[in-house]
């Protein structure tokens, strides 16, 4: 019986000492896990800035460090905490306007739209929305060099929703891990019914840090309605504004050359971040991105945040 009073106490004692150094490591582990909430809360305020360089010929320069770069932030420098100049994966939102005006150049739509698929790394990826009266969701975010069939069943009709399709497609690329992120969008003109309005798809492209290329394959010698020099012109502020580009072409092969050209560039971005001063969050700002002493380089970035 002492025998075994002896081995319950110890028992007991054991018990009690494994409760107490759970209760001894369990503090530690809450502070870690306080510093990781406090770390990512500081992540948010990252400022990311995905920029194209050229050269005079217009031809993409590689080889640039992060010293080359001065950033500004309202004409204050400001100091790179990321840089990434390496060839990394995007996630590209492709729009495709279906609406009655597109009839005569859906066709060439279509197939730009694929040879951009078959140009697909195995790390990228991309999803394909169509618009005219409605949004249409015509693939998810995939890396299949292989278009939905669904596109090739597209027909031009209706009206243009091409803001609630760009706010959208914003919306789904919002929570991806891609730091380059692009919404590439091939039409012919402007809005005419969507619900959201050019101002809050721009808002959300800058907060998402998204570049937005604009394909425009309007017919110069067929579109001369002043409206679509108005729409022609608002394709391009979203390209400027959001570090994409805007891109005239009448399709075929001109427009097949230009989405793998875009791709390409996507790839070979140079992704740069800056951490704000903390007073400065929740307002509007001015951003300058450009090389140190090479007056003829062109840096393609988004001019605030």
């Known amino acids: 019986m002492q025998l075994l009073g002896r081995f319950i106490t110890l028992s007991l004692l054991l018990i009690l000492l494994t409760f107490v150094t759970m209760v001894s490591f369990s503090k530690p582990s809450h502070t870690l896990s306080t510093l990781q909430d406090e770390v990512i809360k500081i992540e948010t305020n990252l400022v990311v800035l995905n920029a194209a360089v050229t050269d005079s010929n217009g031809k993409p320069l590689a080889g640039l460090k992060s010293g080359d770069f001065i950033l500004e932030e309202d004409g204050k420098p400001q100091h790179i905490a990321v840089f990434n100049a390496e060839n990394a994966p995007f996630a590209a939102a492709l729009l495709i306007d279906a609406s009655g005006s597109m009839k005569t150049k859906l066709s060439r739509a279509r197939v730009a739209a694929a040879?951009?698929?078959?140009?697909?790394?195995?790390?990228?990826?991309?999803?394909?929305?169509?618009?005219?009266?409605?949004?249409?969701?015509?693939?998810?975010?995939?890396?299949?060099?292989?278009?939905?069939?669904?596109?090739?069943?597209?027909?031009?009709?209706?009206?243009?929703?091409l803001y609630d399709a760009m706010y959208q497609s914003l919306q789904a690329l919002s929570p991806r891990s891609e730091l380059r992120r692009a919404i590439i969008v091939i039409s012919?003109?402007?809005?005419?019914?969507?619900?959201?309005?050019?101002?809050?798809?721009?808002?959300?492209a800058?907060?998402?840090?998204?570049?937005?290329?604009?394909?425009?394959?309007?017919?110069?010698?067929?579109?001369?309605?002043?409206?679509?020099?108005?729409?022609?012109?608002?394709?391009?502020?979203?390209?400027?504004?959001?570090?994409?580009?805007?891109?005239?072409?009448?399709?075929?092969?001109?427009?097949?050359?230009?989405?793998?050209?875009?791709?390409?560039?996507?790839?070979?971005?140079?992704?740069?971040?800056?951490?704000?001063?903390?007073?400065?969050?929740?307002?509007?700002?001015?951003?300058?991105?450009?090389?140190?002493?090479?007056?003829?380089?062109?840096?393609?970035?988004?001019?605030s945040y």
């Open 188 to 204: 012919d003109g402007g809005d005419t019914k969507s619900k959201h309005l050019e101002k809050q798809v721009l808002e959300l």
């Open 206 to 303: 800058i907060k998402t840090s998204t570049n937005i290329y604009a394909i425009d394959i309007t017919d110069p010698l067929v579109d001369k309605d002043p409206k679509q020099m108005i729409s022609s012109g608002l394709l391009k502020n979203f390209a400027e504004k959001t570090g994409g580009q805007y891109v005239k072409t009448l399709g075929g092969k001109q427009l097949s050359e230009k989405l793998l050209e875009i791709s390409k560039e996507l790839r070979t971005q140079y992704t740069i971040g800056f951490y704000p001063e903390k007073e400065s969050i929740g307002h509007k700002h001015h951003l300058s991105l450009k090389i140190s002493n090479r007056p003829n380089i062109q840096v393609r970035a988004r001019q």
């Open 115 to 161: 040879q951009f698929a078959e140009s697909m790394r195995p790390d990228d990826v991309t999803s394909v929305y169509s618009f005219s009266d409605k949004v249409k969701n015509l693939q998810e975010f995939s890396s299949s060099q292989d278009i939905s069939p669904d596109v090739w069943e597209l027909e031009a009709e209706g009206e243009t929703t």
